[in-house]
């Protein structure tokens, strides 16, 4: 019997919640499979070959009954602090591999089964493990680094020992002007050897389990679900028999998600995983037969043997598989998924259906009735009934013939990233030549992701057969099979254009393909294709990367005891790693407490008619529902909406909560909350649409200098543009978690919260219950992952919870999924950008006019500020006399934008440089000479007129040319271009003046409070959170200095309201800025408090003044506080000192585009950054490579799409494409760059945002190169990319042939399946 709550449909899947308790090192971040936070290790038995398998899973999909027998292994179970840690945690937290640490135990556990494999693996093998693992905080780099460490020193980098090898860690310096340069970031010398031997073994009962003789059918009985595991094939047979409709559960990736969000439910499954009669490969002299209960990892490894086996004509099927295999998912769903389950479950975007169709596989079926086999063709991919196996049968295997001498195979694929992403589409294509000949024999051309279902061209085929493999009928066949595969222009998914273009391209590359592989077969009856045209034969390869970070070095004259500016390790980096850290949802339960799921609105914009709770309440476990009428406060405060009220303003919106005893009661229930709408007008979706309404969040602002109009009739030229930015997801991989905890007396509220602004979430939850701020106290511990998502939105989120704390009586936990998060939190604002820029034929810039407008969404929350912020920076690095900036945030009804990383610089200044590119095009110079022109070269003042001197700016701009030979790259990558059709290269540079800190002084102050107990021991806190860039970190070195003291001696346990109150947000790149002038403060403010005992025995120690102190009556704590900053900005002249100091950088990028998919490779990126004094170098660089990717996404791969209607549909990992460590720089280099900045403390920079927009060097690589080979094809030289530069937009701005070829829609004849909305 399965435990009670398996009453509910699904329950009886996912092993993540029946982890024991306290074992909370397994993270839950998507439940999709998706993300690689529950990764954990399965190990089984084999009795055939008594060995152990070893595989790394994602605990959210493997239903908990198909375990018995297994062994599975936690991150508490590789190592802990309470006993021993592993190597692999000792190592990721010291290579600096954890941020937030919300990803890190899936990140160990997916090394640490690689390492179980293969003790001495090779960097390629440590990324591929780490592909299926997401991380938004850390860029990857150190991850990938500290897997490294485990690889044989021969194999781990052909620069080693070059001196610019990352494993190069003998100390060394190099100089940098004045300055002395470090590269080391930690100690390898630390690390305690790996010793693989010492793994804990294998349970021996479950050898005898599983070697037992007699073992029987293994029955789970549920309320409403049966889980039957057959004991034979024969017991499969009579099982499938008797319940035809039962799913086989093998590796449960399609049944699960299809069973969690599609609300599938089935009664009885059979779960045959681990029979042996499914589990075989046999090779013959035609092809090999391969078991359905191979998992893809198994396939991949037996498809291995056979090419290494066989000869390379009869292999190119293997091959063709095993390309894709490599970036089917990542590797923990190619360990689960199986053959038969992926044959069977036929997902239109299936990865090796179409390559099995082409190579003409056949499947082997058995049931009571006896074996038969069927073709694995298009009919069978196309789900048609007659070619379909019957309800009792069951895949036994799958047979794949050999290729031959005249027959070519290939798997092509574009996805939005090139691991772990669902095709856009791709294609399994094989021809067969009558032999000695290019006469096409036969041919099979199979597309995934056009449709449905995967679809065979096969009338397209039919129709070439007998022609000349030549020009003339690939021009045929193109026309051919875009009459015969058509995308309607409204279908699901989108890119209809794109994927019309692709399925042309794709074929494009199969025809040079075979033309090549028939030149290989004879050269004089078959030319070659040209030189020009190899690149486009090949995919990007996947590169383990690697880079150099460096940084200054400490003073030799400083005190060993003395941390500051030493690369420190995160202070909670081993708890990261060991699991042992605990984020809100790790928090034991509490009595009482009840669960809550959110019912949210499905219409934009609509009255409210009924709200019908009774079915909902109706159900097992639920307590209560809970609506506005429930706020005893205020509901709407300051423009937010606790719950919806008579009408919705966007879907999303919160409009009842449901509280029950368990998630699953809860969310069961919130199902079946009725609610009626009558949708009313407007409904404003897009930038556009509500410029057409008026429809604004507040009043314009606007920065002016010198005479704009006058100075556009001096000017040898005029361009105008516009250019669409669209928003971005945070995605931190800590969902919004909140546990409101009710207290006993006074109406207190206790609330621990994951936030970047715990006196706002105080603020609304007063408002909402109606009580003063005193009975409020919010506790964070850590955030997993903020980046301005968790400045606003978790006041909100925590006034909903403590409303339905207070009405209940008992404590909330309300822990959003990933799919509600994304909904109802919004994220970066979408732009739309106008300019119309002056300037001289010689690149000189006169005069700009610059418009914003962001889609604010539908409730104020920080648009304002955001727009105030954006037009502040508008002018970037760059010099303007005659500038004016103007912009307004809009209203529209999707969910409220918020503060992101950057708040509004990365979308703003990505106009800047598009009309900087422009221009540079205009006069034919490069974007980079025009760049050099007009940006700032001495001290100056900015268009709002704050005095600045831009010198570190020119040194990042000028060390980023020259360290990166730009130049030499140049011409390389144009010689490149010359001798290249289909792929090009571009580089870009891009110089960036960024701003820390706030407009406003009052917003810059901090406070903190130190204690110092008798023992000796400190206890520090402050009013900033952890929330992943290390602050607890760096104030603990802040401590360490001022006090004189070890850190050891100093601990910094939580942030709260009830220590610090009032405490401003963590954001704006000044956490540490200004909580460690607070801290400072503190600690010197007790120093000079203690200096009477200290000169009575000045050689005494730490402890002993203290107690000498205490005996003294000396206070031994103390607060600290932090004025804030000056600023003053005065918005009706528009301008003032509206910051309090600046942050300059420069990065390059360069890029290799496939014109014929739109893929883009990032080559290498090189950052230099102004970090003046860095007080921690490894918290600095995590924090800027971090910046960088998550801005790379934000340029490249992110794309949120919404319905016409304004329906979100980006809701999870599959369909949100976040940068995995397949697409960071293969050669990444981080330098930071010496200044001075006397007013924040130790002369530092608050870096914690800078490093984003240094990502949009990708974005105008991606230009440079998509301009070569639009000037190839004689296009207009000017011509727009928009953000995010996805492969679609990549594809369609490179037109060519294909592009040209493609039927158009009329855009007034239908309504596209989604929109844009900058
Ligand atoms: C996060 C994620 C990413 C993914 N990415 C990709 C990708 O990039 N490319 C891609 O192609 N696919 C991808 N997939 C899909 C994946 O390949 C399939 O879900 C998987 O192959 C199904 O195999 P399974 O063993 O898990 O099937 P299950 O879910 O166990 O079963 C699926 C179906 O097959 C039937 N079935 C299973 N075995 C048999 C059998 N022996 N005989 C008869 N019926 C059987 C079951 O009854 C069920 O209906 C992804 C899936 C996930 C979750
Ligand atoms: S929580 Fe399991 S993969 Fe994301
Ligand atoms: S450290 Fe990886 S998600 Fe935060």
Request: hydrophobic content about 35%; overall charge negative; some cysteine.
């Amino acid at each position: 019997e399965t435990p009670e709550n398996d009453s509910l449909p699904g329950s009886l899947f996912s092993l993540t919640p029946f982890l024991p308790v306290h074992l909370t090192g397994t993270k839950y971040g998507c439940g999709s499979g998706g993300c690689g936070a529950c990764t954990v290790m399965v190990s089984r038995y084999d009795p055939k070959t008594k060995k152990i398998h070893h595989y790394p899973v994602t605990a959210c999909l493997v239903p908990i009954c198909s375990l018995y027998g297994a062994a599975v292994t936690t991150v508490e179970g590789v190592g802990s602090i309470k006993t021993r840690i592993h190597p692999v945690q000792e190592r990721l937290a010291k290579c600096h591999g954890t941020q937030c640490g919300f990803c890190s135990p899936g990140m160990v556990m997916s090394i640490y089964t690689l390492l179980r494999n293969h003790p001495e693996p090779t960097p390629e093998q440590i990324t591929e493990a780490l592909g299926g693992n997401l991380c938004r905080c850390t860029g990857y780099r150190p991850i990938v680094e500290s897997g490294k460490t485990f690889c044989a020193e021969s194999t781990v980098c052909q620069m080693k020992g070059s001196g610019k090898c990352c494993m190069d860690k003998e100390e060394k310096s190099f100089t940098s002007g004045q300055e002395k340069m470090c590269t080391k970031l930690y100690n390898e010398d630390e690390f305690q050897p790996f010793d693989p031997t010492q793994e804990p073994i294998f349970p021996p009962e479950l050898i005898r389990m599983a070697e037992d003789p007699n073992k029987r059918r293994l029955t789970f009985r549920g309320k409403r679900t049966t889980w039957i595991t057959p004991v034979n094939l024969n017991d499969l047979l009579e099982l499938k028999t008797r319940f035809p409709e039962a799913p086989i559960i093998m590796g449960n990736t399609a049944v699960g998600p299809s069973i969690k969000f599609r609300d599938e439910f089935h009664p009885v499954f059979i779960s045959p995983l681990g029979l042996q009669e499914l589990y075989f490969v046999n090779s013959t002299d035609d092809g090999v037969t391969i078991g359905a209960g191979y998992s893809l990892a198994q396939l991949n490894d037996a498809l291995h043997f056979i090419v290494s086996e066989q000869p390379k004509e009869k292999t190119k099927t293997y091959h063709a598989l095993l390309k894709h295999l490599r970036t089917l998912a990542g590797a923990q769903i190619r360990n689960m998924a199986t053959l038969g389950g992926h044959v069977v479950s036929r997902p239109n975007y299936s990865d090796l259906n179409p390559i099995l169709a082409a190579g003409k596989a056949t499947i082997n079926l058995i049931s009571k009735e006896g074996k038969r086999q069927i073709p694995l063709d298009g009919r069978f991919l196309e789900k048609s009934s007659e070619a379909n196996l019957k309800s009792e049968e069951t895949v036994l295997s799958v047979y794949i013939p050999h290729s031959t001498q005249w027959h070519f195979v290939s798997g092509l694929r574009i996805a939005q990233r090139q691991e772990n992403a669902f095709a856009i589409v791709n294609a399994g294509m094989s021809v067969k030549f009558e032999d000695g000949t290019d006469t096409i024999k036969e041919l099979q051309m199979f597309y995934g992701s056009v449709g449905p279902t995967v679809v065979s061209a096969s009338k397209t085929c039919q129709q070439l057969i007998g022609r000349q493999w030549n020009d003339q009928m690939l021009s045929d066949a193109c026309r051919l099979v875009l009459d015969e595969i058509y995308i309607p222009p409204d279908a699901e998914g989108g890119m209809v254009e794109y994927r019309r273009t692709l399925i042309i391209s794709l074929l494009f590359k199969f025809y040079l393909k075979v033309r090549r592989g028939l030149n290989k077969m004879d050269s004089h009856k078959f030319p070659d294709i040209p030189e020009k045209f190899m690149s486009a034969l090949e995919d990007f390869p996947i590169e383990t990367p690697q880079g150099i970070q460096m940084f200054q070095c400490v003073d030799p004259h400083q005190p060993l005891q003395d941390p500051v500016g030493h690369p420190v390790m995160h202070q909670s980096a081993i708890k990261h790693t060991t699991g042992e850290a605990v984020f809100v949802d790790d928090m034991p339960p509490i009595s009482q407490e009840l669960f809550l799921a959110v019912v949210t609105s499905t219409r934009a914009h609509a009255k409210i008619i009924l709200i019908d709770t009774s079915a909902a309440l109706a159900l097992p476990g639920v307590v209560d529902v809970i609506t506005a009428e429930d706020v005893p406060g205020e509901n709407n405060y300051q423009g937010e909406i606790f719950y919806a009220q008579n009408e919705v303003i966007c879907v999303g919106q919160i409009v009842c909560t449901v509280a029950a005893d368990t998630y699953a009661h809860a969310k069961e229930a919130a199902k079946k909350v009725k609610i009626v709408y009558e949708d009313l007008e407007p409904r404003i979706i897009t930038i556009e649409q509500a410029l057409e309404h008026n429809s604004f969040l507040s009043a314009e602002k606007k920065i002016e200098q010198g005479d704009v109009e006058q100075a556009f009739k001096n000017v040898d030229q005029i361009i105008e543009g516009k250019v669409h930015v669209e928003g971005q997801e945070h995605f931190y991989m800590e969902t919004q978690t909140i546990l409101a905890v009710p207290q006993e007396e006074d109406k207190e509220m206790v609330l621990h919260v994951g936030t970047q602004f715990q006196t706002h979430v105080q603020e609304y939850v007063a408002a909402a219950l109606n009580i003063p701020r005193n009975r409020v106290a919010c506790h964070t511990k850590r955030a997993g992952g903020a980046f301005g998502g968790k400045v606003s939105k978790p006041a909100l989120l925590g006034a909903v919870s403590a409303v339905a704390a207070n009405k209940t009586g008992r404590p909330i936990r309300f822990i959003l999924e990933r799919g509600d998060d994304m909904l109802i939190t919004a994220g970066r604002h979408p732009l739309l950008g106008k300019y119309k820029i002056g300037f001289m034929n010689n690149g000189v810039i006169k005069a700009a006019d610059i418009e914003y407008y962001i889609n604010g969404g539908c409730t104020p929350d920080e648009s304002e500020l955001v727009m105030e912020f954006m037009v502040l920076r508008s002018e970037n690095a760059y010099y303007i006399p005659n500038f004016r900036c103007r912009g307004r945030p809009c209203k529209t009804n999707l969910p409220s934008n918020t503060a992101f990383r950057g708040f509004g610089f990365p979308q703003a200044i990505v106009v800047g440089e598009a009309y900087i590119t422009a221009v540079a095009s205009q006069c034919n110079l490069t974007p980079e000479q025009v760049k050099e022109i007009n940006m700032y070269k001495r001290t100056s003042r900015t268009a709002h007129k704050q005095t600045f001197n831009p010198e570190p700016l020119r040194r990042c701009w000028e060390e980023c040319l020259e360290k990166s030979s730009f130049s030499a790259r140049k011409l390389a990558a144009e010689e490149f271009n010359k001798k290249n059709r289909w792929k090009k290269r571009g580089l870009a540079v891009v110089p960036m003046k960024f701003t820390v800190g706030m407009p406003t002084t009052f917003y810059n102050q901090a406070a903190a409070l130190v204690h110092i107990y008798l023992d000796g021991s400190v206890l520090v806190s402050h009013g900033g959170c952890e929330l992943g860039q290390g602050l607890h970190t760096k104030m603990i070195q802040v401590a360490s200095r001022e006090l004189n003291i070890p850190e050891s001696y100093i601990h910094l346990s939580e942030t709260n309201t009830t220590t610090v109150p009032n405490a401003t947000f963590t954001a704006g790149s000044m956490g540490a800025d200004i909580n460690g002038k607070a801290v400072q403060n503190a600690c010197q403010i007790l120093k000079a408090s203690l200096q009477p005992v200290i000169r009575k025995n000045p050689k005494g120690k730490w402890e002993e003044w203290i107690s000498e102190a205490y005996e003294e009556s000396i206070s031994l704590s103390t607060t600290g506080y932090f004025k804030g900053y000056q600023t003053n900005m005065d918005w009706k002249k528009g301008e003032g000192d509206a910051f309090p100091y600046f942050v300059y950088g420069a990065s390059c990028s360069e890029v290799e585009v496939d014109c014929l998919t739109g893929a883009h490779k990032l080559l290498r990126t090189d950052i230099f950054m102004d970090a003046a004094f860095s007080i921690n170098p490894a918290v600095d660089i995590g924090q800027i490579e971090g910046a960088f990717v998550q801005g790379m996404g934000f340029y490249t791969t992110e794309e949120l799409k919404y319905s016409p209607e304004g329906v979100l549909y980006s809701r999870g990992p599959d369909d949100y494409k976040i940068p995995t460590v397949t697409e960071i720089p293969e050669e990444f280099n981080v330098t930071l760059v010496r200044s001075r900045n006397p007013i924040a403390i130790y002369s530092s920079k608050g870096l914690g945002e800078a490093g984003m927009f240094l990502g949009s060097s990708v974005l105008f690589a991606i230009y440079d190169a998509v301009a070569a080979a639009r000037r190839e094809r004689g296009l207009t030289k000017t011509f727009t990319l928009s953000s995010p530069a996805t492969p679609e937009l990549i594809r369609m701005t490179c037109v060519d042939q294909f592009t040209d070829m493609i039927p158009r829609d009329d855009p007034s004849t239908f309504t596209p399946w989604s929109i844009h909305v900058s």
